[in-house]
């Protein structure tokens, strides 16, 4: 099976790390690409795991060494997509999730064109807001500028070839999940059935020959 990137983007506090996550539980054909970032780790997040946490300078030199598929500055920080953290989940034979902007998506997929691109809706802006203030992991600075940052990044939804609403999280973890079983089935089976169709052909076309 020829393994694939996974892109899922959406406002801050759509719930599409969260997504991420119970993909990876329930799915064991899918890894995760764990990116680098210059943002300040939240008390609960462990480097290596959640991000790799890299200082400005060791981002700007990663940067020069080319270590990324693409990088972007997201509400005040840098981020990027690591080539070898892609690099390692193919290798694995497994489809690479990764939760990237909406600037990171499009440029990921510039350069990797088999890329599906998910983008993560919330029910409402209600919702949003609640999730972003409810999280108490951000100043209302920081709460401002990702809300400021949302209005842009949902004008740009028509660029994403799918769409989940997360208004419940385990229907939003299947229908990405029926999203992945489809692009596996489009990739994996197109040679096989165009077979299959080729040779049921001739079959009937022998058989005709009886008529
Ligand atoms: P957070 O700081 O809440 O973890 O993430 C903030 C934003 O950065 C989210 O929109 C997230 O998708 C985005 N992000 C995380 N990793 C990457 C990455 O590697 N590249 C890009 N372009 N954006 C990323």
Same mark, same amino acid.
Do not use: W
């Given at each position: ?83 070898? *953290? ?74 994403? *070839? ?50």
């Amino acid at each position: 099976m020829k393994c694939f990137p996974v892109i899922l983007s959406a406002p801050s506090g759509a719930g599409k790390t969260t997504i991420a996550r119970r993909l990876l539980e329930v799915r064991k054909d899918v890894g995760y690409s764990v990116s680098a970032t210059t943002r300040t780790p939240r008390p609960d997040e462990v480097d290596g795991v959640a991000y790799h946490f890299l200082s400005t300078a060791q981002f700007e030199q990663a940067v020069q060494n080319g270590e990324f598929a693409e990088y972007a500055r997201v509400h005040g920080n840098m981020y990027g997509t690591l080539r070898r *953290e892609v690099e390692r989940v193919l290798a694995s034979n497994r489809n690479v999730v990764m939760d990237i902007d909406v600037q990171g998506a499009m440029q990921f997929s510039a350069s990797f064109p088999d890329a599906v691109r998910i983008f993560v809706l919330p029910p409402s802006g209600e919702a949003l807001l609640a999730r972003l203030k409810d999280r108490g992991t951000e100043d209302s600075a920081t709460i401002a500028t990702r809300l400021r940052d949302a209005i842009g990044e949902i004008g740009v939804i028509g660029e994403f *070839e799918y769409v989940v609403v997360n208004d419940q999280l385990e229907r939003a973890v299947a229908q990405v999940s029926c999203i992945i079983d489809a692009e596996c089935l489009k990739r994996v089976n197109s040679p096989q059935s165009a077979r299959i169709a080729a040779e049921t052909v001739s079959v009937l076309k022998a058989e005709l020959l009886h008529f």
